[in-house]
C-alpha cells in the first residue's frame, strides 16, 4: 500500500494543527507556508477533513484551522481513512468493502493480504496527533519557525 500526497500532506498539516492546538486558528497558507503544500491543495484536503470533524474552520480575519477534537482523541489511522479511503494493500481484504473473489475460500496471498493490512491499520491506529506533535518537536528545527513541522 502506498500513500498519496492526499494521505502524506494531510498528516503532516494535522500535525502542523496538533502543535498549535492551544493556541489560536491557523490561516491555511501559513499552514501551507510552513509544510510545503500548495495552499490550493492543502484547501482541498481540508474539505474531507472538515467533514469528518477532524477540523474545524474559522471565518473572518482572525480565522484559519483548528482540530476538532483533542489530538490524543485523533489517529494516523483516521486521518488516512478520511483522506484515502479503507486501508487495503489489494481490494479483497479492504476494511469496509471486501471485493468478492472468486479464490476467496483457498487463496494463501488473501490470508497475507489480511495480516499486512490489520498490521498497517494496528501502527497507524496506535499513534495518535499528540504522540506526533510531541516527536515533531523533538527533530531539529528546519528552519526559524516556532513550531519545528
Known amino acids: ?7 502524506r500532506y494531510g498528516l503532516r498539516a494535522m ?12 490561516a491555511a ?5 510552513r509544510q510545503g503544500i500548495s495552499e490550493r491543495y492543502l484547501e482541498q484536503l481540508m474539505v474531507p477533513l472538515k467533514r469528518s470533524g477532524l477540523v474545524k474552520s474559522v471565518r473572518g480575519s482572525q480565522g484559519g484551522y483548528t482540530l476538532g477534537k483533542n489530538p490524543q482523541d485523533i489517529t494516523a489511522g483516521d486521518i488516512v481513512r478520511v483522506l484515502e479511503g479503507p486501508i487495503a494493500p489489494v481490494e479483497c481484504v479492504s476494511e469496509t468493502n471486501p471485493e468478492a473473489c472468486l479464490r476467496a475460500d483457498y487463496c494463501v496471498t488473501r490470508v497475507l493480504w489480511t ?8 501502527i497507524l491506529d496506535s499513534c495518535t496527533l499528540a ?7 523533538q527533530l531539529p528545527a528546519k528552519n526559524s519557525f516556532v513550531y519545528r513541522i
Open 1 to 7: 500500500m502506498k500513500l498519496s500526497t492526499k494521505g
Open 15 to 26: 500535525i502542523d494543527l496538533a502543535q498549535c492546538e492551544d493556541k489560536y486558528p491557523i
Open 29 to 33: 497558507h501559513i499552514i501551507a507556508e
Open 115 to 122: 495480516k499486512v493490512r490489520d498490521s498497517i491499520a494496528e
Open 131 to 137: 504522540d506526533l506533535a510531541k516527536d515533531a518537536q
